[in-house]
């Protein structure tokens, strides 16, 4: 069965430090993979999809970046924080043929 | 910005009755989803419905789906405490070239189920 691991699940960091969340899904190959953010009490926001190795596509433009360097990894990035970075990160798969989205556990980050 | 709207924000009520959670959304669509959310935990997928289809049933879930008022209704059948939790609607759009750019959520519900 497919799984989906997200790390870490929890990362307070100071504004202007770097982030590095990794996300890897099992049993399934050429997955789609994406990156989504949840402010508190907000619904959530895609920030990144990939739909193969190198492939990334951008949501909305910001400091964050993504990079699939395998077919089941996937990486969320940024090279200095900003306050407003905090938040909910989860990553997901897509089934293709229906479209459902399966989660992570997600990341919770809080920059001071 | 948002392609779905969930009403109510929030939603209480006593074990046993019945919940109703409402989404709005504004483009044409493939399909609805409906997914649930623990606090501080990832979503799950609860049930999918095709713009074709009117009403579908899982369990204690019955969905129905709306195109000529773009809206979708979940409603819990005899709600239970473990069904606290956030609901969150999502939509993909035909347009999405096969859908490999995601899906677009509501804010969600927040149901509390008192017991």
């Known amino acids: 069965s497919q799984t989906i691991h997200q790390w870490p699940a929890t990362l307070v960091q100071p504004v202007g430090s770097p982030l590095s969340l990794e996300c890897t899904v099992e049993?399934?190959?050429?997955?789609?993979l994406y990156w989504y953010r949840q402010a508190a009490g907000r619904g959530l926001q895609l920030l990144f999809y990939?739909?193969?190795?190198?492939?990334i596509s951008s949501e909305v433009p910001q400091n964050l970046s993504a990079s699939r360097p395998q077919d089941r990894q996937f990486i969320l990035s940024s090279k200095k924080l900003l306050l407003s970075d905090s938040g909910f990160y989860l990553c997901?798969?897509?089934?293709?043929?229906?479209?459902?989205?399966?989660f992570g556990e997600g990341s919770r980050l809080t920059v001071l | 910005s948002q392609q779905g709207e969930e009403d109510p924000q929030a939603l209480s009520i006593q074990e046993g009755e019945n919940a109703t959670m409402n989404c709005s959304y504004k483009?044409?669509?493939?399909?609805l989803q409906w997914y649930r959310q623990n606090s501080g935990r990832g979503l799950v997928h609860l049930i999918l419905?095709?713009?074709?289809?009117r009403e579908k049933h899982s369990g204690r879930l019955r969905v129905t789906l709306d195109t000529s008022k773009k809206s979708s209704s979940l409603l819990i059948t005899a709600s239970r405490a473990a069904d606290t939790a956030s609901y969150f609607c999502?939509?993909?759009?035909?347009?999405?070239?096969?859908?490999?750019?995601?899906?677009?959520f509501g804010k969600g519900t927040h149901l509390i189920i008192q017991p």
């Open positions: 997901a798969w897509q089934i293709s043929s229906t479209g459902e989205l399966f």
């Open positions: 049993g399934t190959s050429n997955p789609n």
């Open positions: 990939s739909v193969g190795i190198g492939q």
């Open positions: 483009t044409s669509i493939n399909n």
């Open positions: 419905i095709r713009s074709n289809e």
């Open positions: 999502a939509t993909d759009s035909p347009y999405s070239g096969g859908g490999a750019d995601g899906l677009t």
